[in-house]
C-alpha cells in the first residue's frame, strides 16, 4: 500500500522480516563463492569462452548493423562473425573438456545423484554424532566430572 514502510523499515515495530537474518548473505557472496570454488585452468577457460561469446555477439551486430545500411564492410564481417562463432564454440567445449579432465585428474567420483545424496547423508550424520559426543565430553568436563560413576 502507498505510505506503508517496507517490513524490512519497521523491524522494531515487531513487523516479521521477510529475510532471513541468520546465514543470509546474498546473491553477490553466493556468486563470489561459486567462482572461488572452480579451479584456475575452469575458470580461466568459463573467462576465455565468455570473452569470445561477447566479441562474437559484437561482431553479429556490427554485421547486421553493416548489411542494412548497404556497407561494403558487410561481406568481411559476416566472415568474421562466421569464425567467431565457431571459435566460440570451440571455447564452450574448452570449459565442458577442462571440467572433465579436472574431474578426471583430481578423482572425483562420478557416480549418480542418488548415491551421492546417501553417501552425504551418511557422512552428515557420523559428523552429526561426533560433535554430539565431543559436546557431552565438553559439558562433563565443565561440571568437574560430576555424574561420573568413578574419579579417579
Known amino acids: 500500500m502507498l505510505g506503508e514502510p517496507h517490513p524490512r523499515q519497521t523491524a522494531e515495530l ?5 529475510l532471513p ?7 553477490a557472496h553466493q556468486r563470489q563463492r561459486l567462482l572461488a570454488a572452480q579451479p584456475p585452468q575452469r575458470r580461466t577457460a568459463a573467462v ?6 561477447a566479441v562474437t555477439l559484437i561482431q553479429a551486430m556490427v ?13 568481411p564481417m559476416v566472415v568474421s562473425t ?3 562463432t ?8 574448452d570449459v565442458w573438456v577442462t571440467r572433465q579432465v579436472w ?14 545424496r546417501a553417501l552425504r547423508r551418511e557422512r552428515r550424520q557420523a559428523r552429526r554424532q561426533q560433535r554430539a559426543a565431543e559436546r557431552e565430553r565438553a559439558r562433563i568436563r565443565r561440571r568437574g566430572g560430576t555424574g561420573q560413576l568413578s574419579h579417579p
Open 48 to 53: 576465455r569462452a565468455v570473452l569470445i561469446i
Open 82 to 84: 562466421v569464425v567467431s
Open 21 to 27: 537474518q541468520r546465514g543470509f548473505r546474498g546473491v
Open 103 to 116: 574431474n578426471q585428474r583430481h578423482g572425483v567420483v562420478s557416480v549418480p545423484s542418488s548415491t551421492a
Open 86 to 93: 565457431i571459435a566460440a564454440t570451440w571455447a564452450a567445449l
Open 14 to 18: 515487531g513487523v516479521v522480516q521477510d
Open 63 to 75: 554485421a547486421l548493423l553493416c548489411t542494412l545500411a548497404g556497407s561494403w564492410l558487410a561481406f
